[in-house]
């Protein structure tokens, strides 16, 4: 019997929104279609079916539900299909038809509206793990508090390169107006 | 800072102006999707992703207002002020299109 599930362990950065697009579009012409992304982000799960090519396309978006609702239905009714939602990421996909009305965002305006939600978001997370980092250190063992500088550096260099990354396409998007 | 863009004497995006044109009645906004690629003569289509942040945009500007609701369909439509803010643009660009049209002939 054929397998009917898979689950495939990929890594993106934050900023790698379109390489996501275009990996989930190659896996559907495979025949295999999202159904979930894991907690982390590191493994998504994918259905068998028909190899349908799918055209994804992200936007990023928190919303109220009410708000949530209206939003969908706008896609809904544009023929896109809302495969899930993963920490504000919102996944889109419709059957490929023609490369000009196959896009969410028609104009550079919106798309840079997209990465300034990005952008709120990710910068939010900064001050917090520089809080955590000075207030707390005197209080633990060294070992542990080791364990802690290097956990509290990591995170703010991923999320200092992706602030700083997203922060670029911005000003590409700019330029290119 | 962009809310400025639409209010202030400076020309509209042309998403901006199609939306504007579209709500001169009540319409949902899926409707406003398929009007606008049809009276542009299919040159301007608006994803849904941008219809929403333009609707958000112009309601928060006062420029279109809902109009009404049944479950999760909305339909907006201009405010006073919106159809003010539209009949300048569109006087504006009468005047561009008059004026490109006196040189269009010498360039062909």
């Not at chain 1, 706008?74 to 419709?94: M, P, T």
């Not at chain 2, 009540?26 to 289509?45: A, C, D, F, N, R």
């Not at chain 2, 909305?74 to 159809?83: A, F, H, Q």
Request: charged residues 25%.
């Amino acid at each position: 019997m054929e397998k009917q599930e898979k689950n495939t362990f990929k890594c993106f950065w934050p900023w790698e929104d379109l390489k996501r697009e275009a990996w989930l579009r190659a896996m559907s012409q495979q025949g295999w279609h999202l159904k979930s992304i894991g907690f982390l982000g590191l493994t998504y799960t994918f259905s068998a079916g028909e190899k349908v090519e799918y055209v994804y396309q992200l936007d990023f978006l928190t919303e109220s539900a009410q708000k949530m609702e209206e939003y969908l239905e706008l896609f809904d009714a544009a023929g896109w299909e809302h495969v899930l939602s993963w920490n504000g990421w919102q996944h889109f996909r419709k059957r490929f038809e023609d490369e000009d009305k196959d896009q969410i965002f028609t104009d550079n305006q919106s798309k840079i509206q997209k990465y300034k939600r990005v952008l709120m978001t990710y910068s939010l997370f900064l001050p917090t793990y520089m809080i955590v980092f000075f207030a707390k250190m005197e209080r633990y063992p060294p070992w542990f508090a080791t364990l802690l500088v290097t956990v509290f550096v990591l995170t703010t260099l991923y999320v200092g390169a992706s602030v700083l990354m997203v922060a670029l396409r911005i000003r590409q998007l700019e330029k290119e107006e | 800072m962009a809310k400025e863009k639409i209010s202030k004497p400076g020309l509209m995006t042309e998403t901006t102006y199609y939306i504007l044109l579209s709500l001169v009645e009540p319409l949902h906004g899926y409707v406003v999707m398929q009007k606008v690629e049809e009276i542009s003569y299919g040159t301007v289509t608006i994803g849904p992703g941008t219809l929403y942040g333009a609707f958000s945009k112009l309601e928060n500007d006062g420029l279109i207002e809902v109009f009404s609701q049944e479950s999760r369909r909305k339909s907006y439509c201009l405010t006073s002020k919106g159809k003010q803010v539209l009949a300048d643009q569109i006087k504006k660009f009468s005047i561009m299109t008059e004026n490109g049209n006196k040189v269009l002939k010498h360039l062909t």
